[in-house]
């Protein structure tokens, strides 16, 4: 268990239709990243959040957006889903900016995401 | 932008050594990281090269030549357990964005009894 906290786990919906995923990071962790994860494919960048600010942004498209609270929860929302939104989704945390000495993530168990 | 290349699959026997390698092509580098990911679970980091060299952590190793944009994970006395997808991600970005991990489309490890 690493501490980071997805959910929902499974989420079934239908093209057109908006859903948002939702991520507790690790005690302590200030550092938020959503993964995107097709079949058979690496692991896509979408979003960092820092302290409540975003810092970095992938291949994050515009029908997506997050978003990171005062509590260090943080929230991805999909809207106008489309077939090829169907994906693992990943959140992750650490404790720096950087996680900054061993590079390291720690990652929740995904949102499994199918849109028929 | 960033490319980063390792096998598709990789094969092998229990008790046995394998080696995974990643070349990489990005506009920055601040070191090389390692994940392990079981079946569509939660990625789990390995190990961490942020200068050239071996680093070692039990059964696993990892290598990375920076000069060559090169590195590789070293897995010894294989066992069932590791058949897995493994990801090599870099660190490439400066300044505020520095969390910003590129992964690599992984490596599915197979191994046999």
């Known amino acids: 268990d690493s501490g980071v906290t997805q959910t929902p786990k499974h989420l079934i919906t239908a093209t057109g239709q908006r859903v948002t995923l939702r991520c507790s990071p690790r005690?302590?962790?200030?550092?938020v990243y959503w993964y995107q994860q097709s079949l058979d494919q690496g692991l896509q960048f979408l979003i960092q959040?820092?302290?409540?600010?975003?810092?970095a942004k992938g291949n994050i498209l515009e029908r997506f957006s997050a978003q990171q609270f005062p509590d260090l929860h943080s929230e991805l929302n999909l809207s106008s889903l489309e077939l090829g939104d169907s994906a693992l989704y990943f959140c992750?945390?650490?404790?720096?900016?950087?996680?900054?000495?061993?590079?390291?993530?720690?990652f929740g168990e995904g949102s499994r995401l199918t849109v028929l | 932008g960033q490319s980063l290349e390792q096998p598709s699959e990789v094969t092998a026997v229990e008790g046995a050594i394998v080696q995974i390698n990643c070349t990489y092509q990005?506009?920055?580098?601040?070191?090389l990281s390692w994940y392990q990911q079981h079946d569509g679970g939660a990625p789990t980091f390995l190990s961490y090269n942020g200068l050239d060299g071996l680093e070692e952590t039990g059964r696993f190793s990892s290598f990375l030549s920076r000069s060559d944009s090169y590195g590789y994970l070293l897995l010894q006395e294989l066992q069932m357990k590791d058949s897995a997808s493994y990801f090599c991600a870099v660190r490439a970005d400066r300044g505020s964005t520095l969390g910003r991990l590129y992964f690599g489309r992984g490596t599915q490890l197979t191994v046999w009894p």
């Open positions: 005690s302590g962790d200030l550092s």
């Open positions: 992750a945390s650490s404790v720096a900016l950087a996680g900054l000495g061993t590079g390291e993530l720690f």
């Open positions: 990005t506009s920055g580098f601040y070191g």
């Open positions: 959040y820092y302290n409540g600010e975003e810092r």
